[in-house]
């Protein structure tokens, strides 16, 4: 208890005395110690860095979830450190409501079939714009805040340390030269010629005693100095060498800039894709289907509207495809999941993280998915959800 209590003491007074340099400082009355040029183009390049990164990931949130109570609620199950429950997208959403309304028409309705078909579209929108969040948040959003709650925090920290030992470099310094200062007044008060017609020449021996005192004192704030001068180059090469760090930062934050921009265009391409094979749909059956107009309530569709195509729609061509597929003799491999996957549809295969499945590829097939194997199941799976082991 008794070490605690002078430890205590001692931090009191250093705090005091950094407080005391810090409002000589702010008022001029005392002298501050400047950083090289470099070092403050330093600091300046790093607060740069954390003000747009903070920036451009909150607007990156935004922009991934516009809705801001869910992000509240991202964030609470984050601090806790809970899973987020899986949350349907919007379109997913209208799918159901659209495929519900189908059943309530009829699907042998015009209007009931049209339903489903659009419905079923807008659940493999939704389905797309999942995996564009999922693979946005592990490749862009998540780099983002490792640096903003990990490097710009260790960052911050050192930079805290390093003002502290500038200011007892400082506090020193003052010290110093006040010691300096009375030990020149006491040597020219020593100099003086003792009474010696007294009894006991006092002045002499008190001069001789306070020059002393404040030799001794000289010594101690010069060693004070010297500790304190090391200990302020030491940590401010280490907080140079963090700075000088953020250089690895950008190029990092480059490279996840990139794999953003192609999950992007992977996603607008797959609803490109979706939107032109409802519109090939749409386009085969419009001769069936009456729309209002303006002149002729009862004029039929455009059918040039859409170009036509009589083939079955893109998801029951998948399913038929992944049911006919066959293992080849040689060429499958083994994968491990690194993350969740939930199937868009009935024709992928839905994934957990870290377990283990085969994979191969047909002809035909685009690069950007596998066929994968678990058990008995079996359907198709995206590569960049995988690490290829063998």
Same mark, same amino acid.
């Given at each position: 208890m008794d070490f605690n209590v002078r430890k205590l003491a001692t931090d009191a007074g250093i705090f005091f005395s950094r407080a005391v340099q810090f409002t000589e400082e702010k008022l001029g009355q005392a002298e501050k110690t400047e950083l090289d040029a470099h070092f403050e183009n330093l600091l300046s390049r790093a607060d740069c860095t954390k003000n747009w990164t903070e920036k451009i990931y909150r607007q990156t949130e935004v922009l991934l979830q516009p809705n801001p109570g869910a992000r509240i609620e991202d964030f609470l199950y984050e601090k806790l450190d809970r899973k987020v429950p899986a949350r349907p997208t919007n379109g997913e959403i209208l799918s159901q409501f659209m495929l519900e309304a189908a059943k309530e028409f009829g699907s042998g309705t015009p209007y009931g079939s049209t339903l489903i078909k659009v419905g079923d579209c807008q659940r493999r929108l939704g389905g797309a714009e999942r995996e564009f969040l999922q693979s946005s948040s592990i490749s862009f959003l998540t780099p983002l805040r490792n640096f903003l709650e990990g490097d710009w925090r260790t960052i911050s920290r050192e930079r805290r340390l390093l003002e502290n030992r500038r200011l007892d470099l400082d506090a020193c310094k003052a010290r110093l030269k006040k010691a300096r200062a009375a030990e020149a007044?006491?040597?020219?008060?020593?100099?003086?010629?003792?009474?010696?017609?007294?009894?006991?020449?006092?002045?002499?021996?008190?001069?001789?005693?306070?020059?002393?005192?404040?030799?001794?004192?000289?010594?101690?704030?010069?060693?004070?100095?010297?500790?304190?001068?090391?200990?302020?180059?030491?940590?401010?090469?280490?907080?140079?060498?963090?700075?000088?760090? *953020?250089?690895?930062?950008?190029?990092?934050?480059?490279?996840?800039?990139?794999?953003?921009?192609?999950?992007?265009?992977?996603?607008?391409?797959?609803?490109?894709?979706?939107?032109?094979?409802?519109?090939?749909?749409?386009?085969?059956?419009?001769?069936?289907?009456?729309?209002?107009?303006?002149?002729?309530?009862?004029?039929?569709?455009?059918?040039?509207?859409?170009?036509?195509?009589?083939?079955?729609?893109?998801?029951?061509?998948?399913?038929?495809? *992944?049911?006919?597929?066959?293992?080849?003799?040689?060429?499958?491999?083994?994968?491990?999941?690194?993350?969740?996957?939930?199937?868009?549809?009935?024709?992928?295969?839905?994934?957990?993280?870290?377990?283990? *499945?085969?994979?191969?590829?047909?002809?035909?097939?685009?690069?950007?998915?596998? *066929?994968?194997?678990r058990g008995n199941q079996k359907g198709k799976v995206p590569v960049t959800y995988l690490e290829l082991l063998s």
């Open positions: 007044k006491a040597a020219c008060e020593g100099e003086a010629v003792p009474d010696f017609q007294e009894t006991r020449p006092r002045n002499y021996v008190l001069s001789a005693s306070a020059s002393a005192l404040w030799n001794e004192e000289l010594d101690k704030a010069e060693h004070e100095l010297r500790v304190a001068q090391t200990e302020f180059d030491r940590q401010a090469e280490v907080t140079r060498l963090l700075l000088e760090g *953020i250089s690895s930062t950008h190029v990092n934050h480059l490279r996840c800039l990139c794999e953003f921009v192609e999950a992007q265009a992977m996603y607008y391409n797959q609803c490109h894709k979706y939107m032109l094979e409802l519109q090939r749909e749409l386009g085969s059956c419009s001769g069936d289907i009456r729309c209002p107009d303006s002149s002729d309530v009862g004029s039929p569709a455009d059918p040039s509207a859409f170009p036509s195509q009589s083939s079955p729609s893109a998801l029951e061509t998948d399913a038929l495809q *992944i049911e006919e597929v066959q293992p080849p003799a040689s060429g499958t491999r083994t994968a491990k999941v690194l993350y969740d996957y939930d199937a868009a549809d009935s024709s992928e295969l839905s994934l957990r993280a870290d377990e283990l *499945i085969t994979v191969y590829t047909v002809p035909g097939m685009d690069s950007d998915w596998l *066929i994968g194997e």
